[in-house]
């Protein structure tokens, strides 16, 4: 399949160790926010969300953090796999609309 | 469940002509939004659909227009096309009710301009 992001910031780290990965959305007035996984010749996979009444919401190995005060949201994935290779998009939802704003995405390196 | 189908996969067409993409929403949703996505990039928001009429647009041109059908499947069609809609075009459904949710998309359409 065409392959994504050639040309994003990487992330590389070992199997088992977490990940960090951030974001910084643009707009105060967002108030929604998800993290998508996209594999190479794959659409955009849903991960995790959180709303702006949280600062933090946990899945099944992951984190999210958002810090409003300086439009800053994270993705922690915990014991990393190479399965989680791929690259990760924050998105943001502006409040009042369905439309969603897309970082320019982070490329996760899983190291065996 | 069904999940969300785009077609064709791949496409490759010539500037000027004329493209039409298809899209299947989830089973259960009444919402598509189409999002262009250049290489390298993150997605960017084409347009929406919800219960058959625009819901909202991003910041392409009128020559980019969509349809939503009472199925509510949608397509997406580009007029006189141009090299630089080479791109993914992603399609995504959600159930559009009192509040936002999340999104679920397909694998999207290839689309290469020659």
């Known amino acids: 399949g065409e392959s994504v992001g050639l040309h994003l910031p990487t992330l590389s780290v070992q199997e088992g160790d977490n990940s960090i990965i951030n974001c910084a959305y643009s707009n105060s007035a967002s108030d929604y926010f998800i993290w998508y996984k996209q594999e190479s010749g794959k659409g955009p996979q849903f991960i995790i969300d959180?709303?702006?009444?949280?600062d933090k919401r946990q899945g099944q190995r992951v984190t999210v953090l958002l810090n409003k005060t300086v439009k800053h949201l994270s993705l922690q994935i915990a014991a990393t796999q190479p399965g989680d290779s791929a690259v990760y998009f924050c998105?943001?939802?502006?409040?009042?609309?369905?439309?969603?704003?897309f970082g320019t995405g982070t490329r996760l390196k899983v190291l065996a | 469940e069904t999940g969300v189908t785009q077609s064709p996969t791949h496409l490759i067409k010539t500037r000027g002509q004329q493209v039409t993409l298809r899209c299947s929403s989830q089973s259960g949703h009444n919402t598509v939004s189409w999002y262009q996505q250049a290489l390298g990039q993150g997605p960017q928001f084409i347009f929406q659909?919800?219960?058959?009429?625009?819901?909202g647009r991003g910041n392409f041109p009128p020559r980019f227009s969509g349809l939503q059908f009472p199925n509510y499947s949608s397509e997406l069609n580009v007029n006189a096309l141009e090299l630089d809609d080479s791109a993914l075009y992603l399609c995504a459904s959600s159930f559009s009710g009192r509040t936002v949710d999340e999104q679920f998309f397909g694998p999207g359409t290839r689309l290469t301009v020659l």
């Open positions: 959180i709303r702006s009444n949280m």
């Open positions: 998105a943001e939802n502006l409040s009042g609309t369905y439309k969603y704003i």
């Open positions: 659909y919800y219960r058959e009429e625009e819901n």
